[in-house]
């Protein structure tokens, strides 16, 4: 019995951990640094995974990705992008199993609490998708003017966002988070919060098989401490959702983000309403001369 004991025991240790790389371009490249830091089996440390440090420059190489893939999603018409984001609910939903089995496994979430996670995230992805070919007529406008002129209010994307996930990581709010800024034809640049990076692999391969332009996407893995800043000094950042509940971290990017006039959205807990959709478009008033 003591045998089959250790052999059961020599087996589990043979368990390959599995490596998770970033997600930038459409593409799972390792971070250029060679960096990796170990993610543990929830309050243990037992090795679960093995994730990418990403580096300033897989941070500016994925702005890059996401600038190149803009003006191209934004192109796609409303109904597509639509169909798009439903896609990506449906996918994730084919992937339950992989992403409650990392949520209990490196969050030490129970399987009830997990399952719940993952309805909310798809029902954030099937309310933008929705969203998608609505809200522009929901916030535009035709404005009442004096004088010959037709004057009417129209969105348009803000361009690459980026996105810095709280430290208490939340699948349902980051999902729901990046389905807000991407459903109007921004692109995004996410770094997700060390605890939750585990999660990259799953979401990865859910973008990856989703129908999604290469680049509209783009997942870090890393340190927040060491990257938080370069989201609000890099200048092809045009917008910024700081998710952190550290108000001095919030302050400083607000400082940062105002050399290049980047839009700072504040942490919310309503990330699924229209009203945060909002936070990622710009508005356009144009007036058009009319009669003789």
């Not at 969105?155 to 996105?163: N, R």
């Not at 640049?189 to 996407?217: F, I, R």
Request: charge should be positive; aromatic fraction near 8%.
């Amino acid at each position: 019995m003591s045998g089959v004991n250790t052999l059961k025991e020599r087996t589990e240790n043979l368990k390959i951990a599995k490596t998770i790389k970033l997600f930038i371009g459409g593409e799972f490249p390792r971070t250029e640094s060679g960096r990796s830091a170990p993610v543990y089996l929830h309050k243990t440390k037992k090795l679960y995974a093995n994730v990418c440090v990403a580096s300033r420059k897989d941070l500016r190489n994925a702005v890059t990705a996401a600038h190149g893939a803009q003006k191209g999603w934004q192109s796609k018409s409303a109904y597509n992008r639509s169909q798009i984001l439903y896609r990506m609910a449906e996918m994730l939903e084919a992937k339950r199993e992989e992403f409650t089995e990392a949520l209990t496994a490196t969050l030490g979430l129970t399987p009830v609490q997990a399952n719940k996670s993952v309805d909310a995230s798809i029902e954030a992805l099937v309310y933008y998708s929705g969203f998608a070919d609505k809200y522009q007529q929901v916030l535009g406008a035709v404005n009442p003017v004096s004088g010959p002129h037709h004057n009417f209010t129209s969105t348009e994307a803000v361009g690459v966002v980026g996105l810095i996930a709280n430290e208490k990581f939340d699948l349902a709010a980051f999902v729901a988070q990046m389905a807000a800024i991407i459903v109007s034809g921004n692109t995004v640049v996410a770094l997700m919060s060390e605890n939750g990076s585990a999660l990259l692999a799953p979401l990865a391969e859910t973008l990856a098989t989703s129908d999604l332009s290469k680049g509209v996407v783009n997942l870090l893995t890393g340190s927040t401490e060491e990257l938080y800043k370069q989201f609000g000094l890099h200048m092809e950042i045009q917008s910024l959702s700081v998710q952190l509940s550290d108000a001095k971290k919030l302050g400083e990017l607000k400082v940062l983000a105002a050399d290049n006039m980047k839009r700072v959205v504040n942490p919310t807990k309503d990330s699924v309403s229209l009203e945060h959709l909002m936070s990622f478009v710009e508005f356009k008033t144009v007036w058009h001369p009319i009669g003789y």
